[in-house]
Nanobody, 121 residues
Framework: QVQLVESGGGLVQAGGSLRLSCAASGRIFSINTMGWYRQAPGTQRELVAAITSGGSTNYADSVKGRFTISRDNAKNTVYLVMNSLKPEDTAVYYC???????????????WGQGTQVTVSS
């Protein structure tokens, strides 16, 4: 009923930039927090950045000052601008969103399929 579709990943050299997008579609009444996680091979999935419906943001220490999360509520879309990329940023990036399908339902957490970001040294 709800889909999150990511785009914007790819291969970039160290020091470069990428912008990830994630659009939610389907049965959506409201979206609370949206965010981005990443998972590198052999590691646990970790929070990169999150943004509430009111615009408050939270970042992992490792990306503060380099990454910026934003959202367009009219488009049900969350973005992640990644600057000054490092090889250690290489991972599959997943978007997530807390979505309520109707006015009387509680929110459920949804995940995108993931997009690969590779930073070469």
């Amino acid at each position: 009923q709800v889909q999150l579709v990511e785009s914007g990943g790819g291969l970039v050299q160290a020091g470069g930039s990428l912008r990830l997008s994630c659009a939610a579609s389907g049965r959506i009444f409201s979206i609370n927090t949206m965010g981005w996680y990443r998972q590198a091979p052999g590691t646990q999935r970790e929070l990169v950045a999150a943004i509430t419906s009111g615009g408050s943001t939270n970042y992992a220490d490792s990306v503060k000052g380099r990454f910026t999360i934003s959202r367009d509520n009219a488009k049900n879309t969350v973005y992640l601008v990644m600057n000054s990329l490092k090889p250690e940023d290489t991972a599959v990036y997943y978007c997530t969103a807390e979505i309520a399908g109707t006015w009387f339902s509680t929110s459920s957490n949804y995940w995108g399929q993931g997009t690969q970001v590779t930073v070469s040294s």
